[in-house]
């Protein structure tokens, strides 16, 4: 009888019933709120461990930005940890196969593994001496592991690859590691000092993870540099090298084919270059077709959970965003309750807004009730009084503080919840545009109002994105050519430093415009991947030809470059080709981040031993005459 009753009442409220019970009558839709401002994983764990027990027996379908937020990090570090294995497998066999030595990969690894681990116990110590969240380990800070393997990675093998080079050249040990660090020692500190620099660009952006990400990234730079310039000499020193053994006598696939590159590049300069130029202007125009999202429903493939279980929720009930509208002003004026029902009208004039709901609401209904459930009198009253005795009515059987979740205390602030189902990003911008709009024209100039919810959020977010990225690329490019002129005492050196980096961070993002790969707060990060190994290969590139020039022939000079410093290049570059295999990633993001970061190391190695190489064959003699 009761469950009848119930059933009778919904269905002559049809805007409650469509709130709480699917399409079908099949599900019934329960939403949770925290009072307190708890983390998302906190409230989404408390509310998973109470329902499933309960619920066992029933199809249970959670959702919500809450939900998804306190559950994504989680299934990103096991989903990203299992893929690095693979990933990490693959770097072991292409160093494997070109260095040909175990102890030699073993010691680049140490260098890696020890720079991880200081970087990841850095994260930790700040956060437990200051307790910021900016150093809480979340979803973006999933790529930072990756950055600084490649770094770590780059160093590392840059070392090693010399000095077996230089032991087969000078069949002693001694000579042989003074004369490595004595060609890498400036190139590395370089390198490492321009990258923290790049990294620290990120202090200055709006978004709070990304302040800890800059500080933690270019703390484990900085210990990755000091392992690679001290600890790891001091490593190869004690180890007595076999001078017979293959990894040393003999040069490697990636040395000799390095060789027959350089011979081509250095051959025909200009078509090289202008090939590469062609590059970069069809990568610009890419740019321009680049799409941003901020939506982490769309980090999802269809077909995993909680894709499914979201895509479930939009097409069955309410949808999975959500819109509060905060309006300031005396909640029992018949005027103001009004305007708050036009706007929630207006709000549900959207396709995808499937309902609202307000104290209005609550008014409307409490109104129809006293009138013997008359649906004409579902309406705001005409008078203050009347709707001060509709409360007290209410607070005679009721609890006034079951309305909390949509009005203060005192009756002076109210919240319009609007849900909807998943919106594209252009749908995003032009519903609050339109919204804004609408309160502008229609809302009495003395009720204040502020607009909020995941839908502005993810606008919002949107926005800080594409003005961070922009901000955070160019900054570091403008740092990056500042520091290498002064350390190269010449602004052409500073110039030829960055038009590599330039050049495949514009073909990286022009292609992810052609592919139609969105720029999230994820994929954002690649511009850090490509200016943190891509400065790597141009410093190294610019300091060993202004070394070799000293003592070089100027028609031998960029052979003799391409030769030193192309098969650590390729190297570093093919081993980190391993993170392919985040291809392979549930997650659209970090899937796009695999095939981008094999992308970025074909062009910023390619482009600083093609483009590079040959720009400063073109202007050879001006840099020999300057540099001498």
Same mark, same amino acid.
């Given at each position: 009888?009761?469950?009848?009753?119930?059933?009778?009442?919904?269905?002559?409220?049809?805007?409650?019933?469509? /709130?709480?019970?699917?399409?079908?009558?099949?599900?019934?839709?329960?939403?949770?709120?925290?009072?307190?401002?708890?983390?998302?994983?906190?409230?989404?764990?408390?509310?998973?461990?109470?329902?499933?027990?309960?619920?066992?027996?029933?199809?249970?379908?959670? &959702?919500?930005?809450?939900?998804v937020?306190?559950?994504?990090?989680?299934?990103?570090?096991?989903?990203?940890?299992?893929?690095?294995?693979? &990933?990490?497998?693959?770097?072991?066999?292409?160093?494997l196969?070109?260095?040909?030595?175990?102890?030699?990969?073993?010691?680049?690894?140490?260098?890696?593994?020890?720079?991880?681990? &200081?970087?990841?116990g850095?994260?930790?110590?700040?956060?437990?001496i200051?307790?910021?969240?900016?150093?809480?380990?979340?979803?973006?800070?999933?790529?930072?592991?990756?950055?600084?393997?490649?770094?770590?990675?780059?160093?590392?093998?840059?070392v090693?690859?010399?000095?077996?080079?230089?032991?087969?050249?000078?069949?002693?040990?001694?000579?042989?590691?003074?004369?490595?660090?004595?060609s890498?020692?400036?190139?590395?500190?370089?390198?490492?000092?321009?990258?923290?620099?790049?990294?620290?660009?990120?202090?200055?952006?709006?978004?709070?993870?990304?302040?800890?990400?800059?500080?933690?990234?270019?703390?484990?730079?900085?210990?990755?540099?000091?392992?690679?310039?001290?600890?790891?000499?001091?490593v190869?020193?004690?180890?007595?090298?076999?001078?017979?053994?293959?990894?040393?006598?003999?040069?490697?696939?990636?040395?000799?084919?390095?060789?027959?590159?350089?011979?081509?590049?250095?051959?025909?300069?200009?078509?090289?270059?202008?090939?590469?130029?062609?590059?970069?202007?069809?990568?610009?125009?890419?740019?321009?077709?680049?799409?941003?999202?901020?939506n982490?429903?769309?980090?999802?493939?269809?077909?995993?959970?909680?894709?499914?279980?979201?895509?479930?929720?939009?097409?069955?009930?309410?949808g999975?965003?959500?819109?509060?509208? /905060?309006?300031?002003?005396?909640?029992?004026?018949?005027?103001?309750?009004?305007?708050?029902?036009?706007?929630?009208?207006?709000?549900?004039?959207?396709?995808?807004?499937?309902?609202?709901?307000s104290?209005?609401?609550?008014?409307?209904?409490?109104?129809?009730?006293?009138?013997?459930?008359?649906?004409?009198?579902?309406?705001?009253?005409?008078?203050r009084?009347?709707?001060?005795?509709?409360?007290?009515?209410?607070?005679?059987?009721?609890?006034?503080?079951?309305?909390?979740?949509?009005?203060?205390?005192?009756?002076?602030v109210?919240l319009?919840?609007?849900?909807?189902?998943?919106?594209?990003?252009?749908?995003?911008f032009?519903?609050?545009?339109?919204?804004?709009?609408?309160?502008?024209?229609?809302?009495?100039?003395?009720?204040?109002?502020?607009?909020?919810?995941?839908?502005?959020?993810?606008r919002?977010?949107?926005?800080?994105?594409?003005?961070?990225?922009?901000?955070?690329?160019?900054?570091s490019?403008?740092?990056?050519?500042?520091?290498?002129?002064?350390?190269?005492?010449?602004?052409?050196?500073g110039?030829?430093?960055?038009?590599?980096?330039?050049?495949?961070?514009?073909?990286?993002?022009?292609?992810?415009?052609?592919?139609?790969?969105?720029?999230?707060?994820?994929?954002?990060?690649?511009?850090?991947?490509?200016?943190g190994?891509?400065?790597?290969f141009?410093?190294?590139?610019?300091?060993?030809?202004?070394?070799?020039?000293?003592?070089?022939?100027?028609?031998?000079?960029?052979?003799?470059?391409?030769?030193?410093?192309?098969?650590?290049i390729?190297?570093?570059?093919?081993?980190?080709?391993?993170?392919?295999a985040?291809?392979?990633?549930?997650?659209?993001?970090?899937?796009?981040?695999?095939?981008?970061?094999?992308?970025?190391?074909?062009?910023?190695?390619?482009?600083?031993?093609?483009?590079?190489?040959?720009?400063?064959?073109?202007?050879?003699?001006?840099l020999?005459?300057?540099?001498?």
């Amino acid at each position: 009888a009761e469950v009848k009753e119930i059933k009778q009442y919904l269905n002559n409220n049809p805007a409650l019933k469509k /709130r709480m019970i699917s399409q079908n009558e099949d599900y019934l839709v329960m939403m949770v709120q925290p009072y307190d401002n708890i983390g998302a994983d906190k409230f989404r764990n408390t509310v998973v461990e109470i329902t499933d027990p309960i619920l066992e027996e029933y199809e249970v379908h959670y &959702g919500g930005q809450a939900y998804v937020t306190g559950t994504v990090p989680e299934l990103i570090r096991v989903d990203v940890q299992s893929l690095m294995k693979f &990933g990490i497998i693959i770097m072991i066999a292409v160093l494997l196969l070109n260095l040909r030595s175990i102890s030699g990969v073993a010691m680049v690894f140490m260098v890696i593994g020890m720079s991880l681990v &200081g970087m990841m116990g850095f994260m930790g110590w700040v956060y437990k001496i200051t307790g910021s969240d900016r150093f809480l380990f979340t979803m973006v800070q999933t790529s930072m592991p990756i950055i600084l393997l490649t770094i770590a990675n780059s160093d590392g093998v840059h070392v090693v690859s010399k000095y077996f080079k230089e032991l087969r050249l000078k069949q002693d040990h001694r000579v042989a590691l003074i004369s490595t660090m004595d060609s890498l020692l400036i190139p590395i500190f370089l390198t490492s000092v321009t990258t923290v620099a790049a990294f620290m660009t990120m202090v200055a952006s709006p978004l709070e993870p990304l302040i800890g990400y800059g500080f933690t990234i270019a703390a484990g730079i900085i210990w990755a540099w000091f392992l690679s310039s001290l600890m790891l000499p001091a490593v190869m020193s004690l180890k007595k090298w076999d001078m017979t053994s293959n990894a040393i006598s003999n040069p490697s696939i990636f040395e000799r084919s390095i060789n027959k590159l350089g011979k081509v590049v250095l051959t025909h300069p200009k078509y090289v270059f202008s090939s590469g130029a062609i590059f970069v202007i069809f990568g610009i125009f890419g740019l321009f077709k680049i799409t941003v999202d901020a939506n982490i429903a769309n980090f999802f493939k269809p077909g995993t959970e909680i894709r499914d279980s979201m895509d479930f929720m939009d097409e069955h009930l309410t949808g999975t965003m959500d819109l509060r509208i /905060r309006m300031e002003g005396d909640m029992k004026d018949p005027e103001v309750l009004s305007d708050m029902a036009h706007l929630q009208k207006f709000a549900e004039d959207n396709e995808k807004v499937k309902t609202s709901f307000s104290i209005a609401d609550i008014v409307k209904q409490m109104h129809k009730t006293v009138m013997d459930d008359d649906p004409s009198f579902e309406t705001v009253p005409d008078s203050r009084d009347k709707i001060n005795n509709l409360f007290t009515m209410y607070s005679m059987s009721g609890d006034p503080e079951d309305f909390s979740s949509l009005v203060d205390y005192d009756y002076e602030v109210g919240l319009i919840t609007a849900l909807s189902t998943n919106m594209l990003t252009e749908e995003v911008f032009a519903y609050t545009q339109e919204l804004n709009q609408f309160s502008k024209e229609n809302i009495r100039s003395n009720v204040k109002m502020n607009i909020t919810g995941m839908i502005v959020v993810i606008r919002d977010l949107i926005i800080m994105i594409v003005n961070s990225t922009i901000f955070s690329i160019t900054f570091s490019l403008i740092i990056i050519g500042i520091i290498s002129s002064i350390f190269f005492k010449r602004i052409l050196w500073g110039v030829l430093a960055v038009i590599p980096l330039t050049s495949a961070v514009i073909i990286n993002f022009g292609f992810m415009g052609y592919f139609g790969i969105e720029l999230s707060h994820i994929t954002a990060i690649l511009s850090s991947i490509i200016i943190g190994v891509g400065v790597d290969f141009a410093i190294h590139y610019v300091a060993q030809f202004r070394r070799l020039s000293r003592t070089v022939s100027p028609e031998d000079l960029s052979q003799e470059v391409v030769d030193d410093v192309g098969y650590a290049i390729i190297l570093d570059a093919g081993s980190n080709m391993g993170f392919g295999a985040l291809l392979f990633s549930a997650f659209l993001p970090v899937k796009y981040i695999g095939g981008l970061m094999v992308f970025a190391m074909v062009s910023t190695s390619l482009g600083t031993l093609t483009v590079l190489a040959a720009l400063t064959e073109l202007l050879k003699k001006r840099l020999i005459e300057k540099g001498k």
